[in-house]
């Protein structure tokens, strides 16, 4: 059973139109992370919460926000969606903070922008 | 964050044991050493994770030498399966940051 669950897996939007990207886990852990991935590059950590506690990358721009209610779910909006932002995008979960342990990712939300 | 360099890209044929060195030369005293698999379209996949000398779980081993400066990740007998990108990532638990780098393009021929 899928463990970290993320929706939609497929958005189209249109060149400035809001989007938001949900992530939800079953796992109970304390952080979750998105991430932005573009075609044939690493992953790119855009921000984490711990707990509720909220960490942004100082690259991350602010045309990206998150948000997350509880423990369970997480949001990733994008305000006004440019040609640029066109990309995967990437929940992960892990018990604790921290490069030590498992990171569980999803399979993805893959945005388009028209 | 210690910096990670691998190769860019790997072939092997189906049926040979493929190993995957890691250089991390700034590795600090409290990091480990993990190593993601990532399929085109899905999310990375936890593989393995060790701080010293060998690990081995079903999947893979991990081969760390004594000073640490790198890793190199052994997969035994490939498939097409295992065709993917393989990522080493280095960093202790006071690291809230979790980077990863450029990734191994693993191709494996039949």
């Known amino acids: 059973d899928a463990m970290v669950i993320q929706n939609p897996r497929y958005q189209v939007t249109q060149f400035g139109k809001p989007v938001t990207l949900s992530c939800s886990q079953t796992?109970?852990?304390?952080?979750m992370y998105w991430y932005q991935q573009k075609s044939s590059q690493a992953p790119k950590l855009l921000f984490h919460?711990?707990?509720?506690?909220?960490?942004n990358e100082a690259d991350t721009p602010d045309n990206f926000q998150s948000r997350r209610p509880n423990t369970s779910f997480c949001f990733l909006d994008i305000r006004s969606p440019g040609l640029g932002d066109a990309a995967m995008y990437l929940c992960?979960?892990?018990?604790?903070?921290?490069?030590?342990?498992?990171?569980?990712f999803g399979e993805g939300s893959r945005l388009t922008v028209l | 964050l210690a910096k990670t360099t691998q190769p860019i890209s790997m072939d092997s044929y189906e049926g040979q044991e493929v190993n995957i060195t890691c250089s991390h030369n700034?590795?600090?005293?409290?990091?480990?050493i993990t190593w993601y698999q990532q399929f085109p379209s899905q999310g990375p996949r936890f593989i393995i994770q060790?701080?010293?000398t060998k690990v081995t779980n079903e999947v893979a081993s991990l081969f760390i030498p004594a000073d640490r400066k790198s890793s190199t990740l052994s997969l035994p007998r490939v498939s097409l399966s295992d065709t993917a990108v393989y990522y080493c990532?280095?960093?202790?638990?006071?690291?809230?940051?979790?980077?990863f780098g450029k990734g191994t393009r693993l191709h494996i021929l039949p």
């Open positions: 992960a979960t892990s018990r604790d903070r921290g490069a030590v342990g498992e990171l569980f």
């Open positions: 700034n590795i600090a005293t409290n990091d480990y």
């Open positions: 796992l109970n852990h304390n952080v």
């Open positions: 990532l280095v960093g202790d638990i006071r690291d809230d940051k979790i980077i």
């Open positions: 060790g701080y010293k």
């Open positions: 919460y711990y707990d509720k506690d909220f960490n």
